[in-house]
């Protein structure tokens, strides 16, 4: 036996009841945490779900991120989901299964995190139900709900010829910070700790998803898969090619250049094929004024031979899958 | 390399592409399955959100239960936590975990099993969206949403002394079926096979939370950890005892007890401590009519030396903690 409380010797109700006390709270339910079901406000009779699973040694590895990275972790790259259809997001339930063994402190530096990401990415927006359960390894499962507060629900399908396609968020520093952890070179990862604390807590441009629907976006999608994939993505949804203008993503490389210098890895892959920057790429009328967060990166042309080109080459779609990895 | 197709050689969009056809739609969703998002009615203004989540080994066994039978009981053990508020079920959001090597006809079987259950057991209700992810074991995890219609949502918290004490649905059934599984006795699995399918494949009696609401019950629950655990969040949450009355918990007794001899066991156990039936209990006031589903089982009295009392004994939280087993 040891002194050291575990959330197996105090059980799910203590466990969850220490965990809840941590939380900050939804200003959106009019029920919150602890009975069957929590009841959440949907003012225009409306509302937005989504959901995303992250699993260890799959999505993260212990070693790497600690408790509180992944309770952030779990919000930001849900509520970009719901930012991404330009709405603002009220509420999640989040479902963790660990180990019997795992620390009580664990579970509450998790709790802050789900909590501190609330309350910096999504004021307002707080965790209204959970479940806790034994399992051999880490996952986490959340469902984020948002409110589109009267406004039509920005789409994957609805990008037009002469769109602009622009992003707001950064492309490849997550890849970077993912790139310097698995190098093992810990002077890289030391002088480059911002794009690794990118990796672990990821700042998704939440505001810019309505920004993106007050000013018109006519189709819009959380990069978390890379910008190749995910621009893939809307292309075949609105039956178009995107061409992406590859001047426009040397800014991006620039930032991510030196790190990729230190670790002899190719910057230009990170900013294309990248993943988990949680940023969002949205296509505008071309006579919008694009909201300040985005920057133009490309047009919306005809549906041609690729679904996405890079200036005048097809773009493969390199990315991630959850599944192949 | 085999020809068995598997979600790991079908890769994460081509697997959710197939099960994406097998399910039935929401016809609350104005945008379903295919978006960052769903976009889900809420037509009083508010919805009800639960989740719950089934880990391989500690829920389930996969030698037990087929993929048709994970999904029918991913959508029971949640949607009956919707209908315990009073709520009418209307969207799920799904995320399952399996291993690269799970064959696709498991997923298109898990898929029809979800279908199933939401119309039968919810008709309207849908998938809505989803999330697959590779890991080891098979973990399900389940968002519920649920209309309360303009009605209150009946919660723990508000049974008052002099209420009736009721449930609707099954007690013992389901912990019977699993005794019956675990015992490996091949014959009484075969004789008892109705209690073993109810294990596999729970029967929430829905369409009751909403009667009960409407008859004016003061408080209600999804038994899910067991008759004992739950009765006692119920009487903490109200700040009251409940006195159930062991004459009437005799019919439940008598259905499971030659399965219960047939593996010499106790069916007075099944019905106090056995999870997963996921029936509702629920207390309305004296002078109410019970919807037809419930059935009287005792009282509530002021808040005694037990939260529980079976007859004039106290009767300890026994039943199934999702941590510690």
């Known amino acids: 036996m040891s002194n050291v409380e575990t959330i197996g010797s105090l059980g ?29 406000n949907a003012p225009d009779g409306r509302f937005v779900v989504t959901t995303d699973t992250l699993v260890e040694d799959h999505d993260f590895k212990l070693s790497w991120s600690t408790g509180y990275d992944l309770g952030w972790k779990a919000v930001a790259s849900n509520i970009a989901d719901v930012a991404a259809m330009g709405a603002v997001p009220t509420a999640l339930v989040v479902a963790l299964t660990a180990p019997s063994s795992t620390q009580i402190s664990w579970l509450e530096a998790f709790a802050d995190g789900l ?5 910096q990415l999504a004021p307002g927006c707080g965790v209204v139900g959970g479940d806790l359960a034994a399992s051999e390894k880490v996952m986490i499962s959340v469902a984020a709900h948002g409110s589109l507060e009267g406004r039509e629900p920005v789409l994957r399908s609805g990008a037009q010829v002469g769109d602009i396609l622009a992003v707001a968020g950064t492309l490849g520093r997550a890849a970077a910070g993912l790139a ?4 093992g070179n810990t002077d890289a990862i030391a002088a ?7 990796q672990r807590r990821p700042q998704p441009p939440v505001a810019a998803g309505v920004e993106a629907a007050l000013a018109g976006a006519t189709s819009m999608l959380d990069v978390s898969d890379g910008l190749a994939k ?23 490389e620039a930032v991510i250049e030196e790190a990729a210098r230190a670790i002899d890895a190719n910057p230009g892959e990170w900013v294309i094929g990248g993943g988990e920057d949680h940023s969002l790429l949205a296509t505008f009328p071309s006579q919008a004024t694009l909201p300040r967060a ?3 990166i490309g047009l919306v042309l005809p549906q041609g031979p690729a679904p996405v080109m890079l200036g005048a080459s097809p773009l493969p779609e390199s990315g991630w899958d959850s599944v192949t990895g």
Chains 1, 2 share one sequence.
């Open 230 to 252: 995910d621009a893939s993505r809307i292309a075949k949804a609105s039956a178009v090619t995107l061409q992406i203008d590859p001047l426009m993503l040397q800014g991006f």
């Open 115 to 119: 909590s501190d990401a609330c309350t």
């Open 294 to 296: 985005f920057k133009a």
């Open 192 to 198: 480059y700790d911002d794009w690794v604390n990118l």
């Open 180 to 183: 310097l952890l698995q190098s």
């Open 12 to 40: 799910e109700n203590e466990s969850l009841k220490r965990t809840i006390a941590r939380l900050n709270l939804s200003e959106h339910a009019l029920v919150g945490p602890g009975d069957d079901s929590a009841v959440i």
